[in-house]
């Protein structure tokens, strides 16, 4: 009589038993194949999905009161700086945004060079958004005098150059005075619209010329009509000149 000895199976003895029981059909079943050939077939799998990013003030700067959110600073130029009030966005000042982009995945956007190219700047009437008007690209931007009376917000899409998926949804910061806004209450920019410092008002008596602000001791009279010039002094010489 013939002994039959049981044994157990390794899972790597098990997994080879398995594969060859896989494959022999297969070049069987082909008729196309000679016996004892292999097919092997390579296919593209999807890419692995996972979260979109998002912007963040700093690198260092990471909460969640963080998260949508820019840094912005500005280039006055050789304006004065006397009060608060000429801490404001200015005509002619240089506003940059910075950021950070946050990934749950740690995708990355080096120097922002990808999320940099979705910026738009954009003014509104007030800080709720109303009346918006397009007005440059880029990191950067130079206050018009168009831009006076208005708040200066811009529209960015965090995006990364790796990952999938690596484009979020835009984001619109509506006025970069403030933390509400997208900016910070913590810069040296007080909350408010663009400032024109040439914009002057001027009162006068009808038929004259005569600035009755700058002269304080001028007496008022009766029965008198006074008219008051809103102007724009183009050329910063402090005169009203045709044109402006």
């Given at each position: 009589m013939q002994a039959t000895v049981k044994r157990r199976l390794t899972k790597v003895a098990l997994a080879l038993v398995v594969a060859g029981y896989c494959a022999a059909p297969a070049v069987a079943a082909n008729g196309n194949l000679k016996s004892g050939q292999w097919q092997i077939v390579s296919e593209q799998t999807g890419t692995i999905q996972g979260t979109v990013p998002w912007i963040t003030r700093a690198a260092d700067k990471t909460a969640d009161t963080d998260k949508d959110h820019v840094t912005v600073t500005i280039d006055r130029g050789d304006r004065k700086i006397v009060t608060e009030g000429d801490k404001q966005f200015h005509v002619g000042d240089k506003v940059t945004v910075n950021w950070a982009i946050g990934d749950t995945?740690?995708?990355?956007?080096?120097?922002?060079?990808?999320?940099?190219?979705?910026?738009?700047?954009?003014?509104?009437?007030?800080?709720?958004?109303?009346?918006?008007?397009?007005?440059?690209?880029?990191?950067?931007?130079?206050?018009?005098?168009?831009?006076?009376?208005?708040?200066?917000?811009?529209?960015?899409?965090?995006?990364?150059t790796t990952g999938d998926p690596a484009v979020a949804t835009e984001l619109l910061l509506k006025d970069l005075s403030t933390d509400a806004g997208g900016g910070s209450d913590d810069d040296e920019i007080p909350e408010g619209p663009v400032v024109d410092e040439n914009v002057h008002v001027v009162i006068h008596?009808?038929?004259?010329?005569?600035?009755?602000?700058?002269?304080?001791?001028t007496t008022l009279k009766t029965n008198t009509t006074y008219q008051v010039l809103l102007w724009s002094d183009k050329n910063g010489n402090g005169t009203y000149d045709a044109g402006e």
């Amino acid at each position: 009589m013939q002994a039959t000895v049981k044994r157990r199976l390794t899972k790597v003895a098990l997994a080879l038993v398995v594969a060859g029981y896989c494959a022999a059909p297969a070049v069987a079943a082909n008729g196309n194949l000679k016996s004892g050939q292999w097919q092997i077939v390579s296919e593209q799998t999807g890419t692995i999905q996972g979260t979109v990013p998002w912007i963040t003030r700093a690198a260092d700067k990471t909460a969640d009161t963080d998260k949508d959110h820019v840094t912005v600073t500005i280039d006055r130029g050789d304006r004065k700086i006397v009060t608060e009030g000429d801490k404001q966005f200015h005509v002619g000042d240089k506003v940059t945004v910075n950021w950070a982009i946050g990934d749950t995945e740690g995708d990355l956007d080096t120097d922002n060079t990808a999320t940099k190219a979705t910026v738009k700047w954009v003014s509104f009437s007030d800080q709720n958004g109303s009346d918006p008007k397009d007005l440059g690209t880029g990191d950067s931007y130079e206050i018009q005098a168009a831009d006076a009376d208005r708040y200066i917000g811009i529209k960015i899409t965090p995006t990364t150059t790796t990952g999938d998926p690596a484009v979020a949804t835009e984001l619109l910061l509506k006025d970069l005075s403030t933390d509400a806004g997208g900016g910070s209450d913590d810069d040296e920019i007080p909350e408010g619209p663009v400032v024109d410092e040439n914009v002057h008002v001027v009162i006068h008596e009808k038929d004259s010329n005569t600035n009755l602000l700058k002269n304080s001791g001028t007496t008022l009279k009766t029965n008198t009509t006074y008219q008051v010039l809103l102007w724009s002094d183009k050329n910063g010489n402090g005169t009203y000149d045709a044109g402006e």
